[in-house]
């Protein structure tokens, strides 16, 4: 790979969209005059297009996690700038997307509450092992409530189309499984390295 710089920039990429799908959603567009359209199918599903544009978005910055971090392991681009940027950036785009759809009532509070706690929690193991030479790795679990996390989102914002036609909430059923994954690959975590967290 020519640009060793790619995986940071697609990071920086992820950040930027990421802040445009939370104004699309924060932004009062009814004060401005700017009305999106909604759709009514088969009288049971409304797809809102406010929330459809900012899917697509959610998704191509999803597609960028998945881009740097497998550029930067494949080509050894990783770098500390990369590292604490990539965080910064699923934390923005994760996280406030969770906050919002709560907020506007589209989300149950303990969802958001759970994966940001854990997140905190996990954050300060890898801080505090990593203090001790220790790099901590991703684990499975970890992995799959970051997949089960993103195809939820997806659902939701796309009003959880096509299968809630038929009354299939496979929406919440990734967002509650990604929940309880969030809890267990914390756990998972903390007794991996809770030896540096009694040292301390």
């Known amino acids: 790979m020519k640009d060793k710089n790619l995986p940071n920039k697609l990071t920086i990429i992820r950040i930027i969209l990421s802040i ?3 104004f699309i ?3 009062p567009w009814s004060m401005m005059g700017i009305n999106f359209k909604r759709y009514l199918v088969n009288n049971i599903l409304v797809l809102d297009l ?14 960028t996690d998945f881009l740097d971090g497998y550029l930067a392991r494949k080509y050894n681009a990783v770098s500390n700038f990369g590292k604490v940027m990539d965080a910064i950036a699923d934390k923005i785009l994760v996280n406030g997307l969770l906050i919002v759809l709560c ?10 509450v759970i994966i ?10 890898k801080m505090v092992a990593g203090n ?9 679990t970890g992995k799959f409530k970051t997949s089960f996390l993103m195809i939820g989102l997806t659902l939701k914002l796309f009003g959880n189309f096509p299968l809630g036609l038929i009354n299939i909430a496979l929406d919440d059923f990734f967002l509650v499984a990604a929940t309880i994954l969030s809890v267990i690959s914390g756990v998972q975590y903390y007794m991996m390295y809770r030896k540096y967290i009694i040292k301390n």
């Open 20 to 22: 445009i799908v939370l």
């Open 50 to 63: 406010k929330y459809m544009i900012a899917g697509v978005l959610f998704i191509v910055a999803s597609i």
């Open 25 to 27: 959603l924060l932004f």
């Open 132 to 140: 001790n030479g220790n790099v901590v790795a991703a684990i499975n």
């Open 116 to 125: 940001i706690l854990r997140d905190t929690i996990v954050n300060t193991i």
């Open 103 to 112: 907020a506007e009532g589209n989300l149950h509070p303990i969802i958001p």
